[in-house]
């Protein structure tokens, strides 16, 4: 046995080697240039040592194989000459792995990804528990990078060129059978069984009935992949649905698909140059600094519990108001397995959301994700009342009612008269504050905040919002509840519109006066949507509904004043009962999915004229980082970072930017506060600068502190 700090060698009697990863003092296994250094003197050693007939690698992690390499060593890298330096090491150390004269396995009892896979991907054979947290993949685009240590080279081999393409450019993560199906792996069983499929492969082995196969007998590209034309055409239409989902913002998967279509009539070595000469731009890339900035950032929230307290189990949660965002969230209970129990005025009201909640079932069924036998027993979670009769039993309440005070706390007093009195009762209000709503109520202290965003199967932000009377063990329950749901819960002060929404109003405001002085609908929405948002403000409006951008508008006109008065369009739209996509009218017209400038706004407008691409980014998004800078202020949030995720989660600001705040960092913020004054002569209050930006700009400091 040989001993050392990151792994355990021991050769038995038989010829088999086992190389047990342990990462010292921590959680997962990641391949850190140390790491990998130590794994070199190990297949050195096992190279010339030829008594070794089988080397079987393998975690001493739970649930974890590889997590990938050390995402800390790759961001400090700005280095270009270092980059190519340990890149070129790393895939040196996995040819090494690759050309071992005994028989290589791979046992992948947990995740398996990036470079865990690049590594397991330079075996002979891979073995898999299909797990749940057993998942493979190569999700180096969504850090800003393209895999550099042989992925692009090992994968087409194993499940096709057009397939690797599919599973690099979209991050995906396989689950063990259908890493089998596609020829990635050559076993899948139940990690229980994981021990006994090794053994049964290692016995083969010795017997001569598997052998260590050469590259072109496992080769998984089909013939027709290798024809120039056909080549060129996969990844013509990767190109195509890449820039049609991420509008040639994030430069990575692109490059991916360049270096494997170039690659595949390659040799190994000349392949591994070029995926070499792709990946050392991009790891030094802006794009990849801030993408890893919000890993980083996620991987904080994961962690972060915001109450000392121990969360309670919730076993069973009742939903009332079962409309789009009600139904929403009974869905997302139903299919976390907990028990649902619906309550709404009519029959009518359940059956729209039985039906709402089965189209998502749909529309995960026609992905293979889940068999009708696993919805049904899902859907059997699922019971419904018209009276108050099944609540007592609950642990939970989620009120998802309109967004108007005495509604809400009329079903409160309803909710204490029927719970238990430690029940938790949540509500999913946008903007009205938790104190005011809860103030008549018999146990202020177990009623919280819990805003989704909609839709909310897809949204995966939750605002938590505690009132002053709220406990910490309501606050636990409630963030533990939500990264249950696979949310990313962050707790953010009782502040009108709270964070996201009293960010965000002031942006849709913007863009609406910036209509008013001239500018079209179409092209404000262009030039947003270029810049980076998911959506423009106006097809954002239509599809939330303007009627609800009018409430929460007079919510935060009425907390704000001055500083953020809603634009008058607003109103007129909602008189006119044109109330976005709901009602097919709104600042666009809507049939099916399709959509179309509603020439009616004309008359809305006090001129008509061009305004410059510049001047509309520069309103809607220096009037977002001032009020972001005013919640920072306030204590709204904890901290840049965890502003700048809501934001990302939230509305879609995009990724690659950072987040909103880290933008202002790149705009510098001097150049901030310079550009608000000169709009505050202009346009006035609204675009007066927070106090936290002025002393920013006399210090010259910045959100973030440069690495």
């Keep these: 046995m040989k001993q050392t700090d990151y792994f355990r060698l021991e050769i038995d009697d038989r010829g088999v080697a086992t190389l047990v990863f342990n990462t010292p003092r921590k959680r997962v296994n990641v391949l850190s240039v140390a790491a990998l250094e130590e794994l070199e003197e190990h ?18 992690k739970e649930g974890i194989f590889i997590a990938g390499a050390d995402i800390h060593e ?40 990036g470079g865990g896979l690049e590594l397991a991907m330079a075996c002979d054979y891979r073995i898999v528990s299909n797990d749940n947290d057993a998942r493979l993949g190569l999700p180096e685009v969504t850090l800003g990078i393209i895999p550099g240590l042989g992925g692009t080279q090992r994968l ?106 170039r690659t595949l009539p390659l040799g190994l070595e000349e392949g591994l140059e070029v995926e070499l ?42 939903v009332v108001g079962v409309g789009t965002m009600g139904s929403g969230i009974a869905w997302i209970l139903s299919y976390k397995d907990i028990a649902v129990r619906l309550k709404a005025r009519s029959m009518e009201s359940i059956a729209k959301a039985y039906a709402k909640m089965m189209q998502s079932y749909d529309a995960i069924k026609r992905r293979g994700r889940l068999t009708p036998r696993e919805i049904g027993l899902k859907m059997d979670r699922v019971t419904h009342t018209t009276g108050i ?37 949540a509500t999913n209000t946008s903007s009205l504050s938790i104190t005011e709503l809860t103030k008549e109520t018999r146990h202020p202290e177990r009623f919280v905040g819990m805003h989704f965003f909609n839709p909310v199967p897809k949204m995966p932000l939750v605002e938590v919002i505690a009132s002053e009377m709220t406990s910490d063990e309501t606050v636990a329950t409630v963030v533990a509840l939500a990264k249950r749901l696979g949310k990313t819960p962050i707790k953010v002060g009782e502040s009108p519109g709270f964070l996201v929404n009293r960010i965000l109003l002031p942006y849709l405001n913007e863009a609406a006066r910036l209509f008013e002085e001239g500018a079209s609908v179409v092209q404000i929405d262009h030039v947003l949507e270029q ?53 097919h009218k709104g600042f666009y017209l809507h049939q099916g999915k399709g959509k179309s400038p509603n020439p009616e706004l004309a008359s809305f407008q006090s001129a008509s004229k061009e305004i410059a691409e510049q001047e509309i980014i520069e309103h809607t998004m220096l009037i977002m980082i001032n009020e972001a800078s005013r919640c920072l202020e306030e ?36 150049n901030v506060v310079e550009r608000l004054k000169a709009l505050d002569a202009v346009h006035g209050i609204r675009f007066a600068p927070s106090d936290l930006l002025v002393k920013m700009a006399q210090k010259g400091t910045r959100f973030y502190k440069v690495a």
């Design 389 to 425: 009769d099944g609540l007592a039993k609950a642990d939970m309440a989620i009120e998802a009612v309109s967004e108007n005070a005495k509604v809400k706390q009329s079903v409160f007093s309803e909710l204490e008269a029927q719970m238990s009195p430690d029940a938790i009762i």
């Design 531 to 583: 810049f980076g948002m998911p959506m423009g403000p106006f097809t954002l409006a239509d599809e939330v509904g303007i009627d609800i951008g009018k409430e929460v508008s007079g919510i935060l006109e009425e907390a704000y004043g001055e500083r953020m008065p809603k634009a008058q369009i607003i109103e007129q739209l909602v008189e006119q009962g044109w109330l976005g996509k709901k009602s």
């Design 635 to 670: 204590g709204v949030v904890k901290n840049a970072e965890y502003l700048d995720m809501a934001m990302v989660l939230g509305t879609g600001f995009p990724a690659f930017r950072g987040g909103l705040l880290r933008y202002a960092d790149s705009l510098g913020i001097g």
């Design 74 to 113: 790759i961001e400090r890298f700005d280095d270009t000459s270092q980059i190519r330096e340990h890149l070129a090491h790393g895939q040196a150390i996995f040819n090494t792995l690759a050309a071992l004269p005994c028989v290589t396995i791979a046992l992948i009892n947990g995740a398996c990804l």
């Design 156 to 261: 087409p081999y194993l499940v096709g060129y057009a397939k690797a393409i599919e599973l690099i450019t979209a991050s995906k993560r396989l689950k063990g059978d259908k890493a089998l199906k596609l020829g990635l792996v050559d076993a899948s069983v139940p990690s229980g069984y994981l021990g006994f499929k090794c053994d049964a492969f290692v016995e083969e082995i010795l017997s001569g009935k598997r052998r260590k196969a050469p590259t072109e007998q496992r080769e998984g590209i089909k013939w027709y992949e290798k024809l120039p034309p056909i080549r060129k055409l996969i990844a013509y239409l990767a190109r195509k649905e890449i820039l049609k989902k991420t509008g040639g913002h994030y430069p990575a998967p692109l490059k991916a698909v360049e270096v494997i279509e």
């Design 43 to 60: 297949l050195k050693h096992i190279a010339e040592t030829p008594e070794i007939k089988v080397l079987i690698i393998e975690s001493a």
């Design 277 to 318: 000469d792709a990946f050392v731009p991009l790891a030094t890339s802006e794009i990849s600094k801030n993408l890893i900035g919000l890993f980083f950032t996620s991987e904080k929230l994961k962690k972060e519990h915001f109450a000392k307290a121990k969360p309670r189990d919730i076993k069973s949660v009742a």
